[in-house]
């Protein structure tokens, strides 16, 4: 069956620009989560989605960035005004209702 | 912050080889688990082991779990080239939400 999917694969954009990315999750999977891997890192929790109730957005480093999950289904992270420091692969990952998360090929962002 | 931390950061052996990894965490889990990433992308899942359980295979893949040293290994045997990569463990903390906490990982490289 599908995988998680996300696009786009890689994304070039200019300093003070909005990007938009977006996650398609396995269907059923009720819930979501985002990551962001800066180059040689480990992974950095951002946002978290489980079914209708609120987000745990703990993890997002300011308030440039949003996220959004329309039910149990594809989820959007907005980042405002990027930095060169937004650079990175962002990964999103979903999960039925055991412990296994599986994850996105990523979208590499490049802010210039 | 990354809860889990994976020693060594580099390991660069021979095919045929057995390599060894070991992760470290901080606070009580529920289960822990490994995953590699190939080239910066998306996560694979490996294998899960679950707070009551001592030792798990699949495959090539050998895993332990000390819960009183909060600590645990993955053991690749008989290592092949196409075993290079990333490899992180995952923890709960505790948690049932379903939050993930990654280490910086292990770079594994298997010369031919």
């Known amino acids: 069956g599908a995988g998680v ?18 996650c398609d999750p396995i269907s059923g999977h009720t819930a979501l989560y985002w990551y962001r891997q800066r180059l040689g890192q480990g992974l950095e929790f951002l946002i ?8 745990d957005k703990s993890g997002l480093p300011s ?11 594809v989820s959007t992270l907005t980042i405002q005004r990027t930095q060169q420091e937004d650079s990175a692969v962002y990964l999103c990952a979903s999960r039925p209702s055991v412990a296994t998360q599986y994850f996105g090929p990523g979208t590499r962002l490049l802010v210039l | 912050s990354q809860q889990g931390e994976e020693d060594p950061q ?61 600590s645990s290994s993955l053991l ?6 196409a075993d290079t990569a990333s490899y992180f463990c995952a923890t709960d903390l505790g948690s049932t939400l379903g939050r993930l906490y990654f280490g910086r990982g292990t770079q594994l490289t298997v010369w031919p």
């Not at chain 1, 308030?63 to 289904?73: I, K, M, V």
């Not at chain 2, 690749?76 to 080239?81: C, M, V």
């Open chain 1, 63 to 73: 308030d440039r960035f949003s996220a959004e999950r329309t039910g149990e289904s």
């Open chain 2, 10 to 70: 580099a390991l660069s052996i021979q095919e045929g080889e057995n390599a060894t990894m070991n992760c470290s965490y901080k606070t009580s889990i529920n289960n822990l688990q490994w995953y590699r990433q190939n080239s910066g992308r998306g996560l694979v899942h490996l294998i899960l082991i679950r707070s009551n359980e001592r030792e798990k295979h699949s495959g090539r893949l050998r895993v332990t779990l000390d819960t009183s040293k909060k």
């Open chain 2, 76 to 81: 690749i045997t008989a290592s092949r080239a």
């Open chain 1, 5 to 22: 999917s996300q696009s786009p694969s890689n994304k070039v954009t200019e300093k003070g620009k909005d990007v938009e990315l977006r």
């Open chain 1, 48 to 55: 978290y989605f489980q079914g209708n109730s609120a987000p």
